[in-house]
């Protein structure tokens, strides 16, 4: 099983950009995570196998919104106002067993490799 993440570049304070995850074997969950420099990888979006259900943290909700396309196997984080303090490799992650919470970062066992955004005020 394979993870792909792709989307990440450079942008001002309050603009947007589109992350991909194209993932290769079959995952039950899905999940965006993010590591600022100097700091711990945090969970900030993720969503379930049906789709049917999406977490963020307060620090994303309303400006990041997670999506799945399961015919193509893709991940989306359409990111929105994104601030300095967005900056940091986002990486993309999948749980191999449907025994967790969305919002447990325990659950996802299969990483990609990460894709840099950087904000810039």
């Known amino acids: 099983v394979q993870l792909q993440a792709s989307g990440g570049g450079s942008v001002q304070a309050g603009g947007s950009l589109r992350l991909s995850c194209a993932a290769s074997?079959?995952?039950?969950?899905m999940a965006w995570f993010r590591q600022a420099p100097g700091k711990e990888r945090e969970l900030v979006a993720s969503?379930?196998?049906?789709?049917?259900?999406?977490y963020s943290p307060n620090s994303v909700k309303g400006r990041f919104t997670v999506s799945k396309d399961n015919d193509k196997n893709t991940m989306y984080l359409q990111t929105t106002e994104l601030r300095p303090d967005d900056t940091g490799v986002y990486y993309c992650?999948?749980?191999?067993?449907?025994?967790?919470?969305?919002?447990?970062?325990?659950?996802?066992?299969?990483w990609g490799q990460g894709t840099l955004v950087t904000v810039s005020s």
């Open positions: 992650a999948g749980a191999t067993t449907r025994y967790g919470a969305l919002w447990q970062p325990a659950h996802y066992s299969s």
């Open positions: 074997g079959i995952f039950y969950d």
């Open positions: 969503i379930s196998w049906d789709t049917r259900s999406t």
